[in-house]
């Protein structure tokens, strides 16, 4: 029972958040996470009374709230650098807990310049152990995206998982091209399977990604979440979103009779 939704990087970036709601509904889209920066404005700096107001937007309407995106990461050599990153997700975590947002996305963004991977690695997985168990007292998961040159890598994803060491910690898969191994992504997919809450969807059109391949892994391990769309921006989104739908159904895996 995968859930169709969008992130607003970058097809929805420039629609408020009535806006982005109404298109959703119309376009048969139930859910969407939130990118920071974005025109919807749905940040830190929300008073109670605002935060409560957004809450309430989704609540009145068939579109859920499925995480928040931010671009929070933890991989640089400067101890103030990771902490000031660290700090600003606990913001964000607070944040998704006023909202009623299960999630909140961060990310690993490559290995700096001469650092050694694996003392890297484990400095990431640090990181999100604390903001793990921080989130997890206010009801947020912390849901890592495969991102980032290197920290893309499945099997450095999968040592981040380890060296964080929380269940509270957890995986977006990001649908990268480097997935793909011999034409199939289940030696890469397996390394996080029990971890994923989250997935990001490129264009379906793509025929290099095994997209069944991927919709009946996810169904295979009873995955029950959103399919989000992290699709360019277009001089036509409803139309591009609407075609992405139709592709979306055409790939989910038959039932057996």
């Given at each position: 029972?995968?859930?169709?939704?969008?992130?607003?990087?970058?097809?929805?970036?420039?629609?408020?958040?009535?806006?982005?709601?109404?298109?959703?509904?119309?376009?048969?889209?139930?859910?969407?996470?939130?990118?920071?920066?974005?025109?919807?404005?749905?940040?830190?700096?929300?008073?109670?009374?605002?935060?409560?107001?957004?809450?309430?937007?989704?609540?009145?309407?068939?579109?859920?709230?499925?995480?928040l995106g931010s671009a929070f990461e933890y991989q640089a050599?400067?101890?103030?650098?990771?902490?000031?990153?660290?700090?600003?997700?606990?913001?964000?975590?607070?944040?998704?807990?006023?909202?009623?947002?299960?999630?909140?996305?961060?990310?690993?963004?490559?290995?700096?310049?001469?650092?050694?991977?694996?003392?890297?690695?484990?400095?990431?997985?640090?990181?999100?152990?604390?903001?793990?168990?921080?989130?997890?007292?206010?009801?947020?998961?912390?849901?890592?995206?495969?991102?980032?040159?290197?920290?893309?890598?499945?099997?450095?994803?999968?040592?981040?998982?380890?060296?964080?060491?929380?269940?509270?910690?957890?995986?977006?898969?990001?649908?990268?091209?480097?997935?793909?191994?011999?034409?199939?992504?289940?030696?890469?997919?397996?390394?996080?399977?029990?971890?994923?809450?989250?997935?990001?969807?490129?264009?379906?059109?793509?025929?290099?990604?095994?997209?069944?391949?991927?919709?009946?892994?996810?169904?295979?391990?009873?995955?029950?979440?959103?399919?989000?769309?992290?699709?360019?921006?277009?001089?036509?989104?409803?139309?591009v979103l609407r075609y992405f739908r139709a592709l979306w159904?055409?790939?989910?895996?038959?039932?057996?009779?």
């Open positions: 029972m995968l859930r169709l939704g969008t992130i607003t990087y970058n097809i929805a970036k420039d629609w408020d958040l009535p806006t982005l709601i109404k298109r959703l509904e119309a376009l048969k889209y139930e859910g969407v996470e939130l990118r920071t920066t974005h025109a919807h404005k749905v940040e830190v700096n929300l008073s109670k009374e605002e935060r409560a107001e957004v809450r309430k937007r989704f609540a009145d309407s068939s579109v859920t709230l499925a995480g050599v400067d101890p103030a650098v990771v902490r000031k990153n660290i700090e600003g997700t606990k913001e964000y975590v607070r944040l998704a807990h006023d909202l009623g947002a299960p999630g909140v996305k961060v990310r690993p963004n490559g290995i700096p310049k001469g650092a050694d991977l694996d003392e890297t690695l484990r400095r990431i997985g640090a990181a999100l152990h604390e903001v793990g168990e921080d989130a997890l007292g206010f009801g947020v998961e912390i849901r890592v995206e495969v991102h980032g040159a290197v920290t893309q890598l499945l099997p450095n994803i999968a040592k981040i998982l380890k060296y964080a060491d929380h269940p509270n910690v957890y995986v977006c898969w990001n649908s990268n091209p480097n997935d793909v191994v011999d034409g199939s992504i289940r030696q890469n997919f397996a390394l996080v399977a029990p971890k994923i809450r989250e997935v990001h969807l490129r264009d379906l059109f793509d025929e290099a990604y095994p997209w069944t391949e991927l919709f009946s892994l996810l169904a295979r391990n009873k995955y029950d979440g959103f399919t989000l769309a992290e699709i360019p921006e277009s001089s036509d989104p409803e139309r159904l055409a790939y989910q895996p038959k039932a057996k009779a």
